[in-house]
Antibody, heavy 125, light 108 residues
């Protein structure tokens, strides 16, 4: 069974930093691109960042570029999101998602077949 | 960027109703369109990918259609567990993605 378990969320002051982790199991982690998607309280889904299966291609939403860094450790089956210079508008539940299909890396037609349970990031003084 | 819109933003329906949600892209995305369902307090769940392919395990009362810029999600025979929020997502752009704003279905 595919499992994605996020951790690292919590309360942080504006301007502060947090590092989110996503522990993956039940599939070959190194064969899949991974993404982070967030959802502010009462709002819709917003894509945050993507990383290819070997970490050689990385993309960010304009809203987080220059402040957030996505990375992965395939030896530990873990995805990360380092979040710096946090703002009130970054407050959200952050979801780790597995990208399919693995047979067409970087191509169109991808979809998010597996989601973690989410971790809440609260930015407040 | 490709903008995604959905209509309606919310609707009220009864168990057994047939419900249709529309998603529109700001430019052609061929059939690179996915649908997700999100129940309150839970992570989203993939329903349909490629505009019309039902994800494994998803009930057959869900169906998707469309191509280009206009897409629909249909639920034929609404069940109690279907009262939730539904999102469309474009997967045409390879270095980013966008979701629609969501359509909430609640009980009439």
């Amino acid at each position: 069974e595919v499992q994605l378990l996020e951790s690292g969320g919590g309360l942080v002051q504006p301007g502060g930093s947090l590092r989110l982790s996503c522990a993956a199991s039940g599939f070959t982690f190194s064969s899949h691109a991974m993404n982070w998607v967030r959802q502010a309280p009462g709002k819709g889904l917003e894509w945050v960042s993507a990383i290819s299966h070997f970490g050689d291609f990385i993309y960010y939403a304009d809203s987080v570029r220059g402040r957030f860094t996505i990375s992965r450790d395939n030896s530990k089956n873990t995805l990360y999101l380092q979040m710096n210079s946090l703002r009130a508008e970054d407050m959200a539940v952050y979801y780790c998602v597995r990208v399919l299909p693995s047979s067409n890396p970087g191509g169109r037609g991808y979809y998010y077949a597996s989601w973690g349970q989410g971790t809440l990031v609260t930015v407040s003084s | 960027d490709i903008q995604m819109t959905q209509s309606p933003s919310s609707l009220s329906a009864s168990v057994g109703d047939k419900v249709t949600i529309t998603c529109r892209a700001s430019q052609s995305i061929t059939t690179y369109l996915n649908w997700y369902k999100q129940e309150p307090g839970k992570a989203p769940n993939l329903l349909i990918y490629g505009a019309s392919t039902l994800q494994s395990g998803v009930p057959s009362r869900f169906s998707g259609s469309g191509s280009g810029t206009d897409f629909t999600l249909t639920i034929s025979g609404l069940q109690p567990e279907d009262f939730a929020t539904y999102y469309c997502q474009q997967s045409y752009i390879t270095d980013s993605t966008t979701f629609g704003p969501g359509t909430k279905i609640d009980i009439k």
